[in-house]
Nanobody, 117 residues
Framework: QVQLVESGGGLVQAGGSLRLSCAAS????????MEWHRQAPGKQRELVAT???????NVADSVKGRFTISRDNTKNTVYLQMNSLKPEDTAIYYC???????????WGQGTQVTVSS
């Protein structure tokens, strides 16, 4: 089993920045992909960014150039640096970890990000 704990959410004005963290514990050696997803009120959950264990990244077009995903394997932690935040970035942000064989798919409890205009 893998446990994920997110932190770093909060209230920020438009144009501001936040950094989210997600710390993994348990059988972390099984994890390859770590991802950030978000869900805004009344909308479906969407994938924001992905990073592999070796550092390959992919970021959604809606946040490209503003959000950066990174990972510290020594701390089993993934980060999401969010700059130039917009009100439409308001959502609950969830951390997700997927094992190498895709048999394990783990989620954190989510952290609220609110961007005021």
């Amino acid at each position: 089993q893998v446990q994920l704990v997110e932190s770093g959410g909060g209230l920020v004005q438009a144009g501001g920045s936040l950094r989210l963290s997600c710390a993994a514990s348990g059988f972390t050696f099984r994890i390859n992909l770590m991802e950030w997803h978000r869900q805004a009120p009344g909308k479906q959950r969407e994938l924001v960014a992905t990073i592999t264990r070796t550092g390959g990244t992919n970021v959604a077009d809606s946040v490209k150039g503003r959000f950066t995903i990174s990972r510290d394997n020594t701390k089993n932690t993934v980060y999401l640096q969010m700059n130039s935040l917009k009100p439409e970035d308001t959502a609950i942000y969830y951390c997700n970890a997927v094992t190498y064989d895709y048999s394990g798919d783990y989620w954190g409890q989510g952290t609220q990000v609110t961007v005021s205009s």
